[in-house]
């Protein structure tokens, strides 16, 4: 299958799940503002809505959405406890939690340089954070299974520092555990990125 990526954007918790999940993939990186390819090419061809992830499957298949794509690869990863319905429910609810609720509002922090407009979003997702925060039960959100929430939840922790979004400092025993994770260390440094933390 082909990957379609942006370092260290959303499509970060992607490129764990494939690697969670041992599937192979040819990587592909896309400029999300120029929407190229590194070739030069037209994104658009590929995913035409221009954002990233996106997967094209051997068949063919175009798969996008963040949701979608990382409930499928948790399967994949067979993550104990999302084959039963209540765990594949709770799963799509914190996923979808995380693409609206944190993703989304992320955005335009990043670009806007309204202080007032900065304020306001600081404060929009810093209880967000807590909230999921608050539900992290052991290593990770749901106890000592690595599902597609805990890869989505690392990439918006990252981002959380990069804008100074403060987050409960019980995350940062969750940041130790994924970091240490092989498919982590894998992903980031395939993207050219640091850990947050010094793995000891
Ligand atoms: N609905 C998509 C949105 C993904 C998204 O916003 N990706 C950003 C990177 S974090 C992007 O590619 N932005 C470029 C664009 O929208 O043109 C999902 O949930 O996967």
Request: glycine share 8%; no cysteine.
């Amino acid at each position: 299958m082909d990957f379609y990526h942006a370092p260290g954007s959303s499509s970060l918790a992607t490129h764990i799940m494939l690697r969670e999940a041992a599937l192979d993939f040819r990587p592909h990186k896309v400029d999300i503002f120029s929407h190229t390819l590194e070739d030069g090419s037209d994104y658009a061809r590929i995913n035409p809505n221009g954002y990233v992830p996106a997967l094209v499957l051997d068949d063919g298949t175009l798969l996008t959405e963040s949701v979608a794509i990382l409930d499928w690869l948790a399967g994949r990863a067979e993550a104990p406890g999302l084959d039963d319905e209540a765990g594949r429910l709770r799963h799509l609810q914190m996923l979808a939690f995380m693409s609206s609720e944190l993703h989304k509002p992320f955005i335009p922090l990043f670009f806007t340089e309204d202080e007032e407009e900065q304020t306001r979003l600081r404060q929009a997702l810093e209880p967000r954070l807590a909230w999921i925060g608050a539900r992290v039960q052991g290593a990770y959100v749901f106890g000592d299974r690595f599902t597609g929430v805990d890869a989505m939840l690392y990439v918006m922790l990252r981002w959380a520092e990069m804008a100074g979004v403060a987050y409960p400092v019980g995350l940062n025993g969750f940041i130790g555990h994924v970091e240490g994770r092989r498919s982590v260390r894998r992903a980031l440094a395939d993207e050219g990125l640091e850990p947050l933390r010094a793995v000891t």
